[in-house]
Nanobody, 122 residues
């Protein structure tokens, strides 16, 4: 099994930056894709960014939601099994709980972290 633990959320003023981290542990060699989602109060959980994740390759393919293109960057550290989300030029509408999600080889069930709160004040 794979476990995911997010960190790095907090309160920041509009225009500021935060970096979220998602530490993966367990059978990390079975991960094929990782992503960041976010969920604001009263809204659905939406994808923010994703990346392919192969332990023996570095040709990651990334995806970004239109709302964060040019401001957020998804990346990973193979050695530490950590997924990052660098968030710059934050806006109040970026306020949400951010979740890390992993897709596992031969599994239809996505795995989720516990979430980390990001609050952007105007």
């Amino acid at each position: 099994q794979v476990q995911l633990v997010e960190s790095g959320g907090g309160l920041v003023q509009a225009g500021g930056s935060l970096r979220l981290s998602c530490l993966a542990s367990g059978r990390t060699w079975t991960i094929r894709n990782m992503a960041w989602f976010r969920q604001a109060p009263g809204k659905e959980r939406d994808i923010v960014a994703s990346t392919t994740w192969y332990a023996d390759r570095n040709d990651d393919r990334t995806y970004y939601a239109d709302s964060v293109k040019g401001r957020f960057t998804i990346s990973r550290d193979n050695a530490d099994n950590t997924l990052y989300l660098q968030m710059n030029s934050l806006k109040p509408e970026d306020t949400a709980v951010y979740y890390c999600r992993a897709l596992i080889q031969d599994s239809r069930t996505p795995l989720w972290g516990q979430g980390t709160q990001v609050t952007v004040s105007s």
